[in-house]
């Protein structure tokens, strides 16, 4: 390790040691926060003046010269929000109110189609986050769920996803209410394409409503049962070994 690189380490930890520090005025905490809970997007941008109370950072408070990110345009702002990964847009969206618009913005043509893989290596709150920002503005969502999250993950999509018209879950085990809770939340499905080892009647029931729904692919595996025929709006379904054959 250089020792400048040392030195600033020993600062870091420095930082670490005090429960507040004074900036320009402003006092600021310093504390960890668990997993799940991590800055909530309504107040990222809170600071501590010295008489302790909590002041609202606004884009008109933050001096808008040539050295502030906030004198740049929207084009600008979404050009560096494109530049950035997944999980660095959602620090970015995080940051005040303007770069969530801008962020949400951008999701509109950017994650209108949503690979759930490139989530993969982000914590649970960042998840969170990044439903909330851009969750309105997804209609096709593919990948896999990990069965870790599967009820933290589908509550993000039941609250922030009410648009989306095709689901693609690979490998993704999930219990018959939960299942129920997703389908209702998404009244506009037109395509649904699941792999499930255990698929039974209760998930049938659960799509009973989904007027919509044009295509739908069901893959089992060892514990496939189900009724031979079944009806799903205007869906008529023969089961054939493991899988649905759809017949309109």
């Given at each position: 390790m250089l020792l400048n690189?040392?030195?600033?380490?020993?600062?870091?930890?420095?930082?670490?040691?005090?429960?507040?520090h004074t900036v320009n005025g402003f006092r600021l905490p310093v504390f960890p926060i668990d997993n799940w809970n991590q800055p909530a997007?309504?107040?990222?941008?809170?600071?501590?003046?010295?008489?302790?109370?909590?002041?609202?950072?606004?884009?008109?408070?933050?001096?808008?010269?040539?050295s502030n990110m906030l004198s740049l345009n929207d084009d600008c702002l979404e050009i560096i929000c494109a530049?950035?990964?997944?999980?660095?847009?959602?620090?970015?969206?995080?940051?005040?109110?303007?770069?969530?618009?801008v962020f949400t913005m951008f999701s509109k043509r950017e994650y209108k189609t949503f690979q759930l893989e490139l989530m993969r290596e982000m914590a649970l709150w960042e998840k969170r986050d990044f439903f909330r920002h851009a969750g309105s503005?997804?209609?096709?969502?593919?990948?896999?769920?990990?069965?870790?999250?599967?009820?933290?993950?589908?509550?993000?999509?039941v609250v922030h996803c009410p648009n989306v018209k095709k689901l693609c879950l690979d490998n993704t085990a999930m219990m018959p209410d939960c299942f129920t809770t997703l389908m209702w939340s998404m009244p506009k499905?037109?395509?649904?394409?699941?792999?499930?080892?255990?698929?039974?009647?209760?998930?049938?029931?659960?799509?009973?409503?989904?007027?919509k729904l044009r295509s739908l692919s069901i893959c089992g595996g060892y514990d496939f049962r189900g009724k031979?025929?079944?009806?799903?709006?205007?869906l008529f379904l023969i089961k054939e070994k493991k899988k649905y054959i759809v017949l309109f």
């Open positions: 690189d040392f030195y600033l380490l020993v600062c870091f930890l420095r930082v670490l040691r005090k429960k507040f997007a309504n107040n990222a941008c809170c600071c501590w003046p010295s008489n302790g109370k909590s002041n609202k950072t606004t884009d008109i408070a933050m001096p808008l010269n040539g530049s950035l990964n997944l999980r660095d847009q959602v620090r970015f969206a995080n940051v005040c109110e303007r770069f969530r618009e503005n997804i209609e096709h969502i593919i990948g896999e769920i990990s069965c870790e999250v599967t009820e933290r993950m589908v509550q993000c999509i499905l037109e395509e649904l394409t699941w792999s499930e080892l255990n698929y039974v009647d209760e998930y049938t029931k659960s799509m009973a409503h989904l007027n031979k025929r079944i009806q799903i709006g205007h």
